[in-house]
């Protein structure tokens, strides 16, 4: 139990793979291993953002509430942040590979459940499976990169990694506003399956086994629980806020639930022979601060690219697909920079290239929040670039310093870790700004309204505009005169734009806190621990 719960530099054999047999050809090879478990990751990546494109067509065709998309999108990335941990133990105790196949198949198995949806439950539902299955596969790719690339490529394959990942992220809402626009959203979702396919066939073909010597043996059931209840009821907490009132009983219960929880996770942990997570992994500043980080830019990305893609489409009244060639230049950037940054941070170090990821963002941020009705395409270009600048050497980077900076032999806890951190970052940030822009709105659409000179409404109909105005939508009612559905227009996109620039702001104040974080990271320096099986 030593070499669990210590993280100075291993001895000799300390941590390394056991049992693993020897790569013959392209099997075990490390490239193609890359490859291989790059395209089950795409799928995962991918579907974080390529949903956001669909987001209105899924809420018009199955007449959903905004609370309903909300789902759409927490239910994916709360799932995958409860089981992220838990599925990297699985990895560190059965081995990443099959742990990685049993999470791709049930991926793509999942997404055609979701084209065959015909309800928003269902679709939530399967979101939830989704996200359960990915988060198999997540931690497991980590663990494999790990195991089979030496000390001296594994910052580099963690760079082409991160690239994958970014390019996946960033390319979502292309792919999915062209087929959102071509085919329909149900497609967006089918497409993994084919994917997930290909990625099965790889992996039978072309993975080996590798398992640390000193893997764990058993299991923390009550530390799972402990961790996913706590983490469960904080997210709810915030998701249902705006519903039931920043302020109220409820609200600060489920917090509050979340609060004790955490505190008797920590507590548990400490005295089970072989923790979930073992706490003294945290006792390396650098990685809690990659942890931190990640979560930090999660919440600053996945927040804001929300009602950047309800700007696009319902207040410049953009197609899925122009709205999807208009986040191009943040895909592009994302693309050309993450290799760059991986070549960057090897020769200098994390902290300086994460620290200047994370002032452009809060840069693009801040300038994402100026944006206006009347915007041009090629002042959102210049902010939309500068986000995919910044978030590149971070994805990769953080990255780096989390699994870098643990044992070899939990490389599946540091990758669920590493994993969890972003989805909990996304799914707080969608939560956290989608609460700023709800708040926001609801605040200033009353005074909007009467100022233009529109009809008083009722309760129930103030309601119903307020949640049709949170993302975009003019609340026009069958029938209305042409100059009034005009004036309803104007109030609508004047006041989605105060609340998307209220909730821009925020998501820029974490970036800059998120810079100083980044000065407390460093190389990792456990990663020679790794295997470094076949041929370079």
Known sequence: MTSQTTLGKPGPGDGAPADSPPAKGWRGHPWVTLVTVAVGVMMVALDGTIVAIANPAIQDDLDASLADVQWITNAYFLALAVALITAGKLGDRFGHRQTFLIGVAGFAASSGAIGLSGSIAAVIVFRVFQGLFGALLMPAALGLLRATFPAEKLNMAIGIWGMVIGASTAGGPILGGVL????????????????????????????????????????????????????????????KAPEWGWGSGQTWLY??????????????????????????????????????LMVLM???FMGGLFFVTFYLQNVHGMSPVDAGLHLLPLTGMMIVASPLAGAMITKVGPRIP????????????????????DTGSGLMSIWFALLGLGLAPVM????????????MELSGVAGGLQQ?????????GTA???????????????????????????????????????????PVAPGTPGEVAGKIADVA?????????????????????????????????????GAGVGHI
Do not use: Y
Request: net charge negative; glycine share 10%.
């Open 255 to 292: 917090i509050g639930g979340s609060v004790v929880g955490f505190v008797l996770f920590s507590v548990w942990e400490t005295k089970v022979r072989e923790p979930l997570i073992p706490l003294a992994m945290f006792r390396s500043v650098a990685l809690s601060a990659g942890v931190v």
């Open 298 to 300: 999660a919440i600053a």
């Open 493 to 529: 996109h004047d006041t989605f734009i105060s609340g998307m620039s209220l909730a821009s702001l925020v998501a820029a104040g974490v970036a800059v806190v998120a810079v100083f974080v980044a000065f407390l990271t460093k190389r990792g320096e456990n990663a020679e621990s």
């Open 432 to 474: 956290v700004l989608g609460a700023v822009m709800a708040s926001k709105v609801d605040s200033d659409l009353p005074g909007n309204w009467a100022g233009a000179g529109l009809p008083e409404l009722t309760p129930e109909q103030a309601d119903q505009a307020s949640e049709a105005v949170r993302v975009g939508v003019p």
């Open 180 to 239: 959102v626009e071509h085919v329909n959203w149900q497609s967006v979702f089918f497409i993994n399956v084919p994917v997930g396919i290909v990625a099965v066939v790889l992996g039978v073909m072309i993975l080996l086994d590798h398992r640390a010597e000193n893997a764990p043996r058993s299991f923390d059931v009550l530390g799972i629980v402990l961790l996913s209840a706590s983490m469960f009821a904080l997210v709810w907490a915030l998701i």
């Open 396 to 407: 990769v980077g953080a990255t780096e310093v989390i699994v870098g900076n643990a044992p």
């Open 354 to 373: 994460l620290a200047g990821g994370m002032v452009c963002t809060a840069v693009a941020m801040f300038g994402i929040s100026t944006l206006e009705t």
């Open 420 to 428: 969890a951190a972003m989805q909990i970052g996304g799914s707080l």
